[in-house]
C-alpha cells in the first residue's frame, strides 16, 4: 500500500495486492470477487457481494 489510509484489505494468501492512493477503502477478494467499496458503505458489503 501506497500513499494509502484508513483502508481494510484482504485477499487470499496467493495474491499480491497492490494499491496507491487510497483514503477509506476496503478491498476484499472471496470466491473469485473482488470487492472495492468506501468504508463507510461497509453495511451494504451483502449486498454488492449479491450483486445486489
Same mark, same amino acid.
Given at each position: 500500500m501506497y500513499n494509502c489510509r484508513n483502508c481494510?484489505?484482504?485477499a487470499?494468501?496467493?495474491r499480491q495486492v497492490v494499491l496507491e492512493g487510497l483514503?477509506?477503502? %476496503?478491498v476484499a477478494e472471496k470466491?473469485?470477487?473482488l470487492l472495492v467499496c468506501r468504508l463507510s458503505e461497509e453495511?451494504? %458489503?451483502k449486498d454488492f457481494a449479491a450483486g445486489k
Open positions: 481494510v484489505v484482504h487470499a494468501e496467493h483514503e477509506g477503502y %476496503i470466491d473469485r470477487r453495511q451494504r %458489503i
